[in-house]
């Protein structure tokens, strides 16, 4: 795991840099479902969850969310890349197998939380195959992370509008605090696939807002 400083570095490094690229990549429009709520300051520690519609949906974020650091959760096959294999821990990404059944990622991510910082999740592990109804079934470790770690989910939405003419839409939803949805009383196994299916609807709604808001 690279040092706090490192990461820092080089995320300074890549946003600055990276300015002038991803404008004329993504030329981000951003929305909110309430700005005075929540915009583009990022206060505290919070979990911000997405839909998943490219594997550049995180490079969109990092200058959504300039000011602060986001530790994504990242798949194994990114990290297998030759470049970005060497690039992402240095980012602060957070290493996911989905494959295997280390689940260390979780104490990462808590630990992260715990310092103040931002873990950045895609609930729906993978990019949706043709055909597929989007957004996919949830993961419940988004879920399992606020709960454990108190701290608010941020909903987050991007219409995957890339390296198009038409211009990329993003909309910040308002922080969830998921023990509205959790229940003591449930079994644990339960009570998390519960809470992540109302953070889904929570996306749900936000795309079908962004629809309206991006016309």
């Given at each position: 795991?690279?040092?706090?400083?490192?990461?820092?570095f080089?995320?300074?490094?890549?946003?600055?840099?990276?300015?002038?690229?991803?404008?004329?990549?993504?030329?981000?429009?951003?929305?909110?479902?309430?700005?005075?709520?929540?915009?583009?300051?990022?206060?505290?520690?919070?979990?911000?969850?997405?839909?998943?519609?490219?594997?550049?949906?995180?490079?969109?974020?990092?200058?959504?969310?300039f000011?602060?650091?986001?530790?994504?959760?990242?798949?194994?096959?990114?990290?297998?890349?030759p470049?970005?294999?060497?690039?992402?821990?240095?980012?602060?990404?957070?290493?996911?197998?989905?494959?295997?059944?280390?689940?260390?990622?979780?104490?990462?991510?808590?630990?992260?939380?715990?310092?103040?910082?931002?873990?950045?999740?895609?609930?729906?592990s993978?990019?949706?195959?043709?055909?597929?109804?989007?957004?996919?079934?949830?993961?419940?470790?988004?879920?399992?992370?606020?709960?454990?770690?108190?701290?608010?989910?941020?909903?987050?939405?991007?219409?995957?509008?890339?390296?198009?003419?038409?211009?990329?839409?993003?909309?910040?939803?308002?922080?969830?605090?998921?023990?509205?949805?959790?229940?003591?009383?449930?079994?644990?196994?339960?009570?998390?696939?519960?809470?992540?299916?109302?953070?889904?609807?929570?996306?749900?709604?936000?795309?079908?807002?962004?629809?309206?808001?991006?016309?």
């Amino acid at each position: 795991m690279k040092s706090i400083a490192t990461i820092r570095f080089w995320n300074g490094f890549v946003k600055i840099t990276g300015w002038p690229v991803q404008w004329v990549c993504f030329r981000t429009r951003i929305h909110y479902e309430d700005r005075a709520v929540q915009g583009r300051r990022i206060k505290g520690p919070a979990i911000i969850i997405s839909n998943h519609t490219s594997v550049f949906d995180y490079a969109v974020y990092l200058f959504v969310f300039f000011s602060r650091i986001l530790r994504f959760q990242m798949a194994e096959l990114l990290f297998r890349k030759p470049f970005l294999g060497w690039l992402l821990p240095r980012l602060g990404g957070i290493y996911v197998d989905r494959d295997g059944y280390d689940f260390g990622f979780i104490a990462r991510s808590q630990e992260i939380l715990d310092r103040g910082g931002v873990v950045g999740i895609f609930p729906e592990s993978r990019l949706p195959r043709p055909g597929e109804e989007r957004p996919l079934p949830f993961k419940v470790s988004a879920a399992y992370l606020a709960l454990t770690a108190g701290v608010p989910v941020i909903p987050v939405v991007t219409d995957g509008s890339y390296f198009r003419r038409r211009r990329a839409n993003v909309l910040i939803g308002k922080p969830v605090d998921v023990r509205d949805y959790s229940d003591e009383t449930r079994h644990q196994k339960d009570d998390l696939r519960i809470v992540s299916e109302c953070l889904r609807q929570h996306i749900i709604e936000l795309e079908k807002l962004l629809n309206e808001k991006s016309k």
